[in-house]
């Protein structure tokens, strides 16, 4: 029997804190991400809309190994001395091993008082063993089209199609100057299928969009001696 032709679903998330049913300012949402450190796609949660934008970049990132949101808590003691805990919005393993995690904030909360005295006392208290380096991540931290070309991304990357892939790259690879995605759509009947190989391709690093802002169609790319 054939394992391969039956549906298996993704793995569960591994948070540990689910947002509030009732809230204002909760976004819930769930992604289904392919990471090297599973055999099968994960879940990972976004209680909010800057966190599913927080997600997707970092889902975008070629070193990303792992990606936890809400992981498990920490112990740690407020700058009045009072114990709490807290839980990191996400944590991240590269694939060097390197392990960080994200408190992810819209600006105008990290202009409050205190703000930032608090999240000097949670990063204290976090053990290298759980994570070596502690960011803060707010709407400033990534451009609108940059998250708009990531979320592209995390849809085609769900798309497993290495014939095609392989194929456009060597479109690419025989073009002897920048060509528009256009262009190689208008080589072939891929239509669609080709512009999301493009963006793959791309966010893999294996060809250069040579233009700023969305990845589009009107997109030059290129490869040779114009990838970095």
Same mark, same amino acid.
């Given at each position: 029997?054939?394992?391969?032709?039956?549906?298996?679903?993704?793995?569960?998330?591994? &948070?540990?804190?689910?947002?509030?049913?009732?809230?204002?300012?909760?976004?819930?949402?769930?992604?289904? &991400?392919? !990471?090297?450190?599973?055999?099968?796609?994960? =879940?990972?949660?976004?209680?909010?809309? !800057?966190?599913?934008?927080?997600?997707?970049?970092?889902?975008?990132?070629?070193?990303?190994?792992?990606?936890?949101?809400?992981?498990?808590?920490?112990?740690?003691?407020?700058?009045?001395?009072?114990?709490?805990?807290? $839980?990191?919005?996400?944590?991240?393993?590269?694939?060097?091993?390197?392990?960080?995690?994200?408190?992810?904030?819209?600006?105008?909360?990290?202009?409050?008082?205190?703000?930032?005295?608090?999240?000097?006392?949670?990063?204290?208290?976090?053990?290298?063993?759980?994570?070596?380096?502690?960011?803060?991540? $707010?709407? =400033?931290?990534?451009?609108?089209?940059?998250?708009?070309?990531?979320?592209?991304?995390?849809?085609?990357?769900?798309?497993?199609?290495?014939?095609?892939?392989?194929?456009?790259?060597?479109?690419?690879?025989?073009?002897?100057?920048?060509?528009?995605?256009?262009?190689?759509?208008?080589?072939?009947?891929?239509?669609?299928?080709?512009?999301?190989?493009?963006?793959?391709?791309?966010?893999?690093?294996?060809? =250069?969009?040579?233009?700023?802002?969305?990845?589009?169609?009107?997109?030059?790319?290129?490869?040779?001696?114009?990838?970095?």
């Amino acid at each position: 029997m054939d394992e391969t032709k039956y549906f298996r679903a993704p793995l569960p998330s591994r &948070a540990t804190r689910q947002a509030p049913k009732r809230s204002r300012v909760a976004n819930r949402s769930t992604l289904v &991400a392919r !990471l090297p450190a599973y055999e099968r796609p994960i =879940k990972i949660v976004a209680h909010s809309g !800057l966190e599913l934008s927080t997600a997707f970049c970092l889902l975008a990132q070629r070193d990303t190994y792992d990606l936890i949101g809400q992981p498990h808590e920490i112990s740690f003691r407020r700058p009045d001395g009072r114990l709490s805990s807290h $839980t990191y919005d996400y944590w991240h393993q590269s694939n060097d091993g390197t392990t960080t995690a994200f408190i992810v904030k819209p600006f105008a909360k990290t202009k409050q008082s205190g703000f930032h005295e608090l999240c000097q006392a949670i990063k204290a208290a976090t053990p290298p063993s759980f994570a070596e380096r502690v960011f803060l991540v $707010t709407e =400033k931290n990534f451009s609108k089209d940059h998250v708009w070309n990531a979320a592209r991304f995390y849809d085609y990357r769900r798309i497993v199609d290495p014939e095609l892939d392989a194929k456009v790259f060597g479109m690419v690879c025989r073009s002897d100057c920048p060509i528009a995605i256009s262009q190689l759509q208008e080589q072939t009947d891929l239509a669609g299928c080709l512009y999301q190989a493009a963006v793959r391709l791309i966010f893999e690093g294996k060809l =250069k969009c040579l233009d700023r802002g969305r990845i589009l169609p009107s997109s030059r790319v290129q490869t040779g001696k114009y990838l970095q």
